[in-house]
């Protein structure tokens, strides 16, 4: 009943910008989280960005200070704007989002985008 929508992958040089987007499609549902994971080829899944209902914005380690995560809470959408990017945030980026159901308040579901694919290379 409800889809993850991600754009903005592609290809950009070092050094380069890129903004990401996800738009989550659908009705009946207060979302409580979204945010970005990614994984590179041969490699593990792992936290990108994060941001929260209560304002709360988590990022790695590894892209703190280059990539900013920002809300659009009434159009349940989310962006990524990265910055300053290296040839290791090469990767497929996923978008989530913990939503809940106006009918189940109380249970909490993850959602999952197909990724996007995002290389940096010169």
């Known amino acids: 009943q409800v889809q993850l929508v991600e754009s903005g992958g592609g290809l950009v040089q070092p050094g380069g910008s890129l903004r990401l987007s996800c738009a989550a499609s659908g009705s009946d549902f207060n979302v409580y989280a979204m945010g970005w994971y990614r994984q590179a080829p041969g490699g593990q899944r792992e936290l990108v960005a994060t941001t929260s209902s209560n304002g709360n914005r988590n990022y790695a380690d590894s892209v703190r200070g280059r990539f900013t995560i920002s809300p659009d809470n009434a159009k349940y959408t989310v962006h990524l704007q990265m910055n300053s990017l290296k040839p290791e945030d090469t990767a497929v980026y996923y978008c989530?989002?913990?939503?809940?159901?106006?009918?189940?308040?109380?249970?909490?579901?993850?959602?999952w985008g197909q990724g996007t694919q995002v290389i940096v290379s010169s």
């Open positions: 989530y989002a913990t939503l809940a159901f106006y009918t189940a308040p109380s249970r909490a579901v993850d959602y």
